[in-house]
């Protein structure tokens, strides 16, 4: 298996426009994770999904976040308006439990001017 | 304020040198892991632990699970430039939809 796989590697966008973020989780695993990093907050849980299904977005920050996994093997998180805050690296994760191993993609390095 | 509490944050050392960081919380965990980031990349798993009391050696990393299963530490023994990185430990619930808690993490840069 090639690992949990993210697209793009680097976004660089105006503000205002809106961005998407792709990930492929491992093959099996029924868990996946979207977290954001800065070294302002660390590693930050934004949503994350069981079987499909979405069990806690308490993490998203605001409204202009969304995320959806519309089948097993595919994910993505919408930024729209995106904002220059919102710059960080996006990474995607998952694992074949909730709280099992957490295999992290190579995240998406996010930059809005 | 995090449920997991690492420390130090930030670690600078020379090459050969030893040391311990530490991950803290009030909470009991099921399990709790290790990872390691290195730039430009994802976290990997280092070790799981799930006894209480419980040591792991990883080379010349040493794990260990606090008695009461809410701390843990890391030890590098003769630290390389290779081990250079951000060290994260994530706390394990067990049962229902509970996720695994990760701590801010400790950066660690080894000089020659």
């Known amino acids: 298996d090639a690992g949990v796989i993210q697209s793009p590697r680097h976004e660089v966008t105006e503000m205002g426009q809106e961005v998407t973020l792709r990930c492929k989780p491992i093959s099996g695993h029924n868990s996946l994770f979207w977290y954001r990093q800065t070294m302002m907050r660390g590693l930050e849980l934004l949503i994350y999904?069981?079987?499909?299904?979405?069990?806690?977005d308490s993490g998203m920050p605001e409204d202009r976040f969304s995320a959806k996994m519309p089948n097993a093997s595919f994910s993505t998180l919408k930024i729209q308006p995106s904002e220059p805050r919102d710059s960080a690296v996006y990474f995607c994760?998952?694992?074949?439990?909730?709280?099992?191993?957490?295999?992290f993609g190579q995240g998406t390095r996010l930059t809005v001017v | 304020t995090q449920l997991l509490e690492q420390s130090p944050q930030f670690l600078s050392i020379q090459e050969g040198e030893n040391l311990t960081v530490y991950c803290n919380s009030s909470?009991?965990?099921?399990?709790l892991q290790w990872y390691r980031q290195e730039p430009g990349e994802g976290p990997v798993l280092l070790v799981t632990?799930?006894?209480?009391?419980e040591v792991k050696k990883l080379k010349r990393l040493t794990f260990q699970f606090g008695d009461a299963r809410k701390d843990s530490s890391l030890h590098i023994t003769a630290a390389q430039p290779g081990d250079t990185g951000l060290y994260l430990c994530?706390?394990?619930?067990?049962?229902?939809?509970?996720?695994?808690?990760f701590g801010a993490g400790t950066r660690l840069a080894v000089h020659p």
């Open positions: 994760a998952s694992s074949l439990l909730l709280n099992t191993e957490a295999f």
């Open positions: 994530a706390g394990a619930f067990s049962g229902g939809y509970n996720k695994l808690i």
């Open positions: 632990v799930v006894t209480g009391g």
């Open positions: 909470s009991v965990f099921s399990s």
């Open positions: 999904f069981n079987n499909n299904v979405p069990i806690d």
